[in-house]
């Protein structure tokens, strides 16, 4: 069976992930309430990561932010990427079929650009979109031109404390 691919991601009420300089400090707002909004079980649930260069700019400021994940870093401009993980530039579809042939079974694809060219391949099967209640204003879109209509079916949804609302759905069509 091929991998499940999977989305899970924190937006603003306006659709942004990031501020434009990438700072994520307005995460916090939800923090402190004693949830981690099912993200242990769902990295748990996880073997390998594909994510985009400017995620990955910002996950590696941290030591070992993925332990014991495969991690794939999707860039053009890199020669590089830090020990233990992958660098990788392109056809996404191959990528896919080489990471299933080495037996991932749940992968989680992160980074705006990055889930929209995933989604524009109608190789995601799940979504998780936690909205933080913010307008931000400006920023890094969660979604690019998909150019795409792709059904999603909600699967859940439930609010916290917080105020954070949690959205999942499944996205591929089968
Ligand atoms: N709110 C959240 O939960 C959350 C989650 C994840 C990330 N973020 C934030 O969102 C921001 C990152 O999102 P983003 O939309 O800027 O982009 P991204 O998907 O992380 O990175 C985009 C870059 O990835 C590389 N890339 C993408 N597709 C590629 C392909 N097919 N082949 C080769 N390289 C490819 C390109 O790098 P090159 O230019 O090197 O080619 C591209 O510029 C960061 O600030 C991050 O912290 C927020």
């Known amino acids: 069976m091929r991998p499940i691919v999977s989305v899970y991601i924190a937006a603003s009420v ?4 990031a501020r434009k300089d990438h700072s994520l400090d307005w995460l916090d707002r939800v923090g402190g309430f004693g949830d981690d909004y099912g993200f242990k079980d769902f990295l748990s649930s996880v073997d390998t990561l594909i994510i985009g260069r400017n995620t990955y700019a910002v996950a590696t400021t941290v030591p070992d932010p ?30 896919l079929s080489k990471l299933h042939k080495e037996g991932a079974k749940h992968i989680w694809v992160d980074g705006g650009s990055t ?32 150019g795409k209509e792709i059904p999603c ?17 499944e996205t591929a069509e089968k």
């Open 115 to 146: 889930i929209s060219q995933f989604l524009a391949l109608h190789a995601v099967d799940r979504m998780t979109i936690s909205l933080i209640p913010l307008i931000l204003g400006d920023g890094l879109p969660l979604f690019n031109v998909v």
């Open 66 to 95: 993925y332990p014991g994940k495969r991690v794939v870093v999707l860039s053009r401009q890199l020669d590089s990427v830090r020990e233990g993980m992958e660098l990788y530039r392109g056809d996404l579809k191959e990528l």
């Open 153 to 169: 079916r909600l699967v859940s949804s439930q609010s916290y404390p917080s105020g954070l609302v949690q959205l999942r759905y």
């Open 14 to 17: 306006d659709g942004y992930i």
